[in-house]
Structures are given as structure tokens and as C-alpha cells.
Nanobody, 122 residues
């Protein structure tokens, strides 16, 4: 069982930045896909950034140009740099990993972290 532990959430004003980290209990290189999902209050969980093993990255349109996903395979950590944050970015951010498929579909995720809260005030 792979354990994922997020950190780095907090409260910021609009326009500010945060960097989320996700520490994996296994080699991140061994995972086919690693992703960040966002769940706003009262909403369903949706993917915002994902990175496949070959290094290819995909972003949801709403975060393009503002969020950057990266991975340090030497430390087994996944990052999400979030810049120019907006109030609509508020919610819980989950780290996710998949063994076979890289997609936005939550059913394709094999492992979830516990989530970290991000609050952006206007």
C-alpha cells in the first residue's frame, strides 16, 4: 500500500502563492501517474494537474499559467506550485497516484492522500 502525505496548505490572500508537497512512501518514479485534485466546498473532487512517468504534464484550463506540477524522484516528493491564487482555488487539495492510467477520472486513482486545506481570501 502506497502512503501519500500532503503538506503546505494554508490561508493566503488573492494573488498570493503556496507550494504543496506530497511525500510518497514508495519511489515516485515507479508510479505511472501522479496528480493533484481539488475539492471545493460542496463540489466534487476534480483534477487540476497531473504528471505521467515520462514527464508529460496536463493542467485543467482554470489553472494553466498559474499552477506548476513537478516531481523530485530522488526525494519521492510531488509538488504543486500555486501562484496568483484566486478565491475559487479555495478547497482541499489531494495528492493522488495511479498505477495504470493517467486521467482526471477519480476511479482511475489507486492511492489518495488525506488532503490539505487551501483558503484564498479576496
Amino acid at each position: 500500500q502506497v502512503q501519500l502525505v500532503e503538506s503546505g496548505g494554508g490561508s493566503v490572500q488573492a494573488g498570493g502563492s503556496l507550494r504543496l508537497s506530497c511525500a510518497a512512501s514508495t519511489s515516485t518514479y515507479s508510479l505511472f501517474c501522479m496528480s493533484w485534485f481539488h475539492q471545493a466546498p460542496g463540489e466534487e473532487r476534480e483534477g487540476v494537474a497531473r504528471r505521467s512517468r515520462d514527464g508529460a504534464t496536463v493542467y485543467r484550463d482554470s489553472v494553466k499559467g498559474r499552477f506548476t506540477i513537478s516531481q523530485d524522484n530522488a526525494k519521492n516528493i510531488l509538488y504543486l506550485q500555486m501562484d496568483n491564487l484566486k478565491p475559487e482555488d479555495t478547497g482541499v487539495y489531494y495528492c493522488a497516484a495511479a498505477n495504470k492510467v493517467c486521467s482526471w477520472l477519480t476511479r482511475t486513482v489507486d492511492y489518495w492522500g488525506q488532503g490539505t486545506q487551501v483558503t484564498v481570501s479576496s
